[in-house]
C-alpha cells in the first residue's frame, strides 16, 4: 500500500506548478517575469522540481496574474480553481489521478 504524498510538500507544490504552467502554455521564464523575477526562468524551475517553496507573496502575484488560488498552489485544491484552468489542469492528468483530484473536493 503506498502512502499518499503530503499535498503540503515542495515536490507536490512543485508538481501543481508544473502543471499550471503547462496548462497556461507558458514557459518557465514567462512565470517569473509575472511575479516581477528576473532569474530568466529558474527561480520558477527550482519551484517545479521542489528544490524551494514558493513565497507568499509569490504566490499571491500568480493568483492575481493567473487566476490561481492559494489552496490549489498549497494545499492541491483543486475544485477552488476557475472551472476553465481546472479543466486544462485535468486534461494533462493521467485518469488516476484526475478521480483522486475530484475526491479531494
Known amino acids: ?19 499550471t504552467r503547462r496548462a497556461l502554455g507558458y514557459t518557465t521564464t514567462t512565470m517569473c517575469r509575472m511575479m516581477g523575477s528576473q532569474s530568466g526562468g529558474s ?11 514558493i513565497s507568499l507573496d509569490l504566490a499571491l502575484t500568480l493568483c492575481a496574474h493567473c487566476r490561481l488560488t ?19 489542469i485535468l486534461a494533462l492528468l493521467p485518469s488516476d489521478d484526475q478521480s483522486t483530484s475530484r475526491k479531494s473536493r
Open 70 to 88: 492559494l489552496a490549489w498552489i498549497y494545499q492541491g485544491q483543486l475544485d477552488t480553481l476557475p472551472a476553465d484552468i481546472r479543466d486544462k
Open 1 to 19: 500500500m503506498s502512502r499518499k504524498a503530503d499535498p503540503t510538500s515542495p515536490v507536490e507544490i512543485g508538481r501543481r506548478l508544473a502543471l
Open 43 to 53: 527561480a520558477y524551475s527550482n519551484y517545479e522540481i521542489g528544490r524551494r517553496r
